[in-house]
């Protein structure tokens, strides 16, 4: 007798299973449907439809109580009512908003990770980081970006949601924790990823390091997205990889190689049709031929013809610049008026920046050298010298913008000590001595913190291990080039010509680093002060410092 078939009894199985998920779609859709019937998923509806985002957040309950009832059935759903809410949340920018956005957004990325869908968990998290981010707490938005890396894998992640995370701690001048990320990534960058990310990689890269002042090391990864883009022909990863070498060669005083760079970036935007290309490459041409001596006019020409290139483009950070840069130029020859005029049309034009980060540091530069040009006509503009009033009131608006460009600035601004020098002047001749000495200083004290590690000419971040020129005098000024040591001697960074060059400042440096080594007195700290001070007053505002007698060693 053979053996009995079990097959019907698969076949009953089967029925059972089918018949069991059959039930429970029904009750589905049934509860789908009852949502969609009641009050409350209208409203939704609605409110959804309109992006009325007032109209959302007065109505939360409600839109809250749909995204629960659907949670289970529909997580895509409840992850979109969810973002919806944490968008409205953020973008009215509510006391509290913030923290109400991210609740709504950990809600989402809940609901996500719950429903295995990892692509919208990684997006989810990236809006999340936004506000993290704008919040300052950055912390906590790179902790959660590594829970994700940690929870899904670096392979598997798209390379656009690594690429956007880095680029809204750039965004933000957050550049040491953007390269952290990046440069986490680097082995998957370059095993896994196509050409074209791996060049976007390498320039987000490379403007990190130019946002932390490394020009070389940025220069490094430039040329890497040069190599990919004309491997693959990619004209605008091109113009833009010899956007930034151009940029960055002109920062280290290599000139006729960095403006070698930015014409070959003008021909490709042109044939690209890019007019706003073109106006940043005629830009960074202007600054280039603004860092040589005796450039200014050409300098003015270039960078006025950026200015009416870029006018037609919604661009305030760039106009922005230009006007700092022509004010800067126009400062150098003397030229007063022009060049308060178009320093305060770059503050005015900055106020238009949408980023407070941005913004900030437009207007902090823009005070710093709008101080200068005060401070300079101070000493330099001989018609002020007969009318002590209008002389007095010039002194006391360099004071003003120094105290704004301090105010603004970002901590880590190696241009910074700079302002303190500015500041401890204007108060000296306020007739605050007090003040004056507190902020030279101050200046003393960050330029001798800085030297070993910053260009004094172009304000290099420069590693431990790199070779670097020394002065042999002061022993705090270091340089990146030679260079960049034979052109600060005779005039300090791009600014303050001749007046508050090296070869004046390095007694000074020199002195005030020796009294680091030993307890300092009060006394001891003001003579060197005052002496600093007697030296830059002048009988007559066109008349040359001269340096410390008995100090210099060359």
């Known amino acids: 007798m053979g053996k009995k078939s079990r097959r019907p009894n698969r076949i009953n199985q089967k029925d059972a299973a089918a018949a069991a998920l059959e039930e429970k779609l029904l009750k589905r859709r049934n509860a789908l449907k009852e949502l969609v019937e009641s009050k409350d998923w209208e409203v939704v509806k609605k409110l959804v439809a309109s992006k009325d985002l ?37 973008s009215l920018g509510r006391e509290g908003g913030v923290d109400r956005a991210i609740v709504c957004f950990h809600k989402s990325i ?4 719950k429903a295995g869908d990892e692509v919208s968990r990684a997006w989810r998290v990236i809006d999340i980081f936004h506000c993290y981010v704008e919040a300052g707490r950055i912390d906590e938005a790179m902790d959660l970006h590594k829970s994700l890396v940690a929870d899904i894998g670096k392979e598997r992640l798209n390379p656009n949601y690594i690429l956007r995370f880095a680029g809204c701690l750039k965004k933000h001048k957050e550049f040491r924790r953007a390269l952290e990320v990046l440069e986490d990534h680097l082995d998957v960058v370059e095993s896994t990823w196509d050409k074209s990310n791996q060049a976007a990689a390498y320039g987000t890269i490379a403007y990190n390091y130019f946002g932390m002042y490394d020009y070389n090391k940025s220069n490094v990864y430039y040329e890497r997205k040069l190599s990919i883009a004309k491997e693959i022909k990619d004209m605008p990863l091109e113009s833009d990889a010899l956007l930034g070498l151009g940029c960055n060669h002109g920062f280290l005083g290599n000139y006729e190689k960095g403006m070698e760079y930015l014409e070959q970036g003008l021909v490709a935007l042109s044939e690209l049709g890019n ?53 800067e130029a126009f400062r150098r020859i003397e030229a007063w008026d022009d060049a308060i005029t178009a320093l305060k049309k770059s503050i005015s034009i900055s106020a238009s920046i949408e980023l407070e980060v941005d913004r900030n540091e437009h207007q902090s530069q823009t005070n710093q050298v709008l101080g200068q040009t005060y401070l300079e006509q101070y000493y330099s503009d001989e018609s002020l010298v007969s009318v002590p009033e209008s002389r007095e009131e010039v002194i006391r608006k360099a004071s003003l913008c120094s105290q704004e ?28 001595t007090e003040k004056a000495q507190a902020m030279l200083k101050e200046y003393l004290d960050q330029t001798v913190k800085l030297g070993p590690s910053h260009c004094q000419m172009c304000h290099q971040a420069c590693p431990k291990d790199a070779h670097m020129t020394k002065c042999s005098v002061c022993k705090v000024a270091r340089y990146c080039s030679r260079a960049h040591s034979i052109q600060s001697w005779q005039r300090l960074g791009l600014g303050l010509e001749g007046r508050l060059c090296h070869k004046v400042m390095c007694p000074l ?10 307890k300092a007195t009060t006394d001891s700290c003001s003579a060197i002060c005052n002496d600093f001070f007697e030296i830059i ?18």
């Open 509 to 518: 440096l020199k002195r005030w680093r020796k009294l680091q080594g030993r």
């Open 275 to 327: 007019i706003y290309g073109q106006g940043r490459v005629c830009s960074n041409m202007g600054h280039v031929l603004l860092s040589q001596d005796g450039r200014e006019k050409e300098a003015i020409e270039m960078l006025q013809k950026s200015y009416g290139i870029l006018e037609t483009c919604d661009y305030p950070e760039g106009l922005s610049w230009i006007l700092c840069k022509i004010g």
């Open 405 to 432: 460009a301090i105010k603004l600035g970002r901590e880590d601004d190696p241009n910074k000590p700079g302002i303190y020098l500015d500041l401890a002047q204007a108060n000296y001749f306020l007739g605050d």
């Open 110 to 113: 809940e609901i996500a990770k």
């Open 54 to 90: 007032e109209g959302i957040l007065q109505l939360e309950s409600a839109v809250t109580n749909v995204a629960n009832k659907v949670e289970n059935m529909d997580p895509l759903l409840a992850g979109d009512i969810y973002l919806q809410l944490a968008s409205a949340h953020s």
């Open 537 to 554: 007053t002048v009988v007559s505002p066109l008349a040359t410092p001269h340096p410390y007698p008995s100090e210099i060693e060359l």
